[in-house]
């Protein structure tokens, strides 16, 4: 005998499986943990045993509490989630799944759950290694629309399909849980009814029973690779942006070097020198961050080729930075064109040449950088140079709004003949984090 009397409650109970397989999927998948874990395509033993805990305990609960409380037969997911732990995990992996979800049932005398439920767990794990792995997260619950599909594809390209094998599996499972269930009465758990538009429906809810979970993390693996694809499109126009100042600043300073090479061989050869160990670094350092300490260094080699080129009774450089500051991290060559902006569009069309003043800060959890020099200011110099601030300065807030979206700030005080300043406010960030997880963590905290 089936265990219901009631039509109606077999529909609201099928209404909650879907609730119930929903409910846990999106629960579990909240884990960082589990999410490495279920998006992992080959795992090793200890792993397959916490992704077996993670989807056991919380279906297994479902099972003790159609066992204890009246009338909640839709808690009972123990079928549907050793199939899924199969083809999810793998045949060792949904055997020991099956197994656990299975136990309070059959120590209930429940005995013929666990073998059947293993046995299915086990033919879903063969399935897995039957198919690829994008394969599997197609699965769907529409199985109507999988049949046409299905049909399609064989009338063109006759071929084994795994979408329709795995469907007909889950369903010949069904069938014999029903089968058994109706011969060994009490010895097994199943919902039925006598007529067959009703058994269409509950066939029909335990395939998607089954593909619930799949959909809900594949919606979160499509997020992930969403993310990912951010980040590789993120660390590409870093790239892009990075290689626009590497040839402007060499040539620049190329340019210095040939104007020296013919009247001054001597200073000219010092700033080759100078010149190759910047390029030393250049090629050793591709990171995106790096600490504010190494990013003054590599401004320190760049000021002593323009003190040479301008001489230093001309560019004179001094340095207000906070000790504490010197150890936070920041976008690399960050500084270095707004130094090289101060120095072509500020002080160069000045005749007595001028000071450049580099400060840092620690405020409200916030870092400040401020280089300000006291050259013709911004409007003659853009009306000198005919291109606004320069390369270097857009560059600098294009890779500002690349990396901190609204987080970061950058502003530009001038005035005509008192000099220019410009500000930079950035959020802090972890030195123990990847560079571009720090970017993605500071603009999606922006967006909230």
Do not use: C
Request: hydrophobic share 50%.
């Amino acid at each position: 005998m089936p265990p219901f009397i009631d039509q109606r409650l077999v529909l609201i109970t099928l209404l909650v499986k879907l609730g119930v397989a929903a409910a846990v999927a999106g629960a579990v998948v909240r884990s960082r943990y589990f999410k490495g874990l279920l998006f992992k395509e080959e795992r090793t033993l200890r792993e397959q045993i916490y992704l077996v805990m993670f989807m056991a305990v919380p279906f297994g609960l479902g099972v003790l509490v159609r066992l204890n409380v009246r009338n909640f037969l839709a808690a009972d997911l123990g079928f549907e989630s050793s199939i899924l732990m199969g083809v999810m995990i793998g045949r060792a992996g949904g055997v020991l799944g099956a197994t656990l979800v299975s136990l309070p049932a059959a120590l209930s005398g429940e005995f013929i759950n666990l073998p059947l439920n293993v046995a299915a767990a086990f033919v879903a794990g063969v399935m897995r290694r039957a198919t690829a792995y994008e394969e599997i997260w197609s699965f769907s619950p529409f199985f109507d629309l999988s049949v046409y599909r299905w049909a399609r594809k064989m009338l063109r390209h006759p071929q084994i399909d795994w979408q329709m094998s795995f469907t007909l599996v889950v369903l010949a499972f069904h069938v014999a849980r029903i089968l058994m269930g109706q011969r060994l009465p009490g010895d097994l758990f199943y919902l039925d009814w006598p007529s067959w538009p009703m058994r269409l429906v509950i066939f029909a809810s335990t395939l998607a029973t089954v593909a619930v979970p799949i959909k809900v993390w594949n919606s979160t693996r499509i997020e992930l690779k969403l993310e990912e694809q951010e980040r590789m499109l993120l660390q590409a126009r870093m790239e892009a942006l990075q290689n626009q100042i590497n040839p402007h600043f060499l040539f620049n300073t190329l340019n210095s070097v040939s104007s020296l090479v013919r009247f001054d061989p001597d200073t000219a050869r010092v700033l080759i020198v100078k010149l190759a160990n910047i390029l030393r670094r250049l090629l050793r350092k591709t990171e995106a961050f790096l600490p504010l300490r190494e990013e003054l260094e590599f401004v320190d080699d760049f000021l002593a080729i323009e003190v040479v080129r301008f001489g230093p009774e001309k560019l004179k450089v001094i340095k207000d930075l906070d000790p504490d500051t010197l150890d936070q991290f920041v976008p690399s060559m960050l500084l270095q064109p707004l130094v090289e902006n101060s120095i072509k569009h500020g002080l160069g069309p000045k005749i007595e040449g001028g000071t450049i003043i580099l400060r840092s800060r620690l405020s409200a959890e916030r870092l400040t950088i401020q280089v300000e020099d006291d050259g013709v200011g911004m409007s003659f110099a853009s009306a000198s140079s005919g291109n606004g601030s320069g390369i270097g300065m857009s560059n600098v807030a294009e890779r500002l709004k690349v990396l901190y979206g609204n987080s970061a700030h950058m502003s530009v005080g001038s005035r005509d003949g008192n000099g220019t300043l410009v500000t930079i406010e950035l959020p802090l960030v972890d030195s123990a984090a990847e560079p571009f997880a720090i970017a993605q963590e500071a603009r999606s905290s922006t967006s909230r």
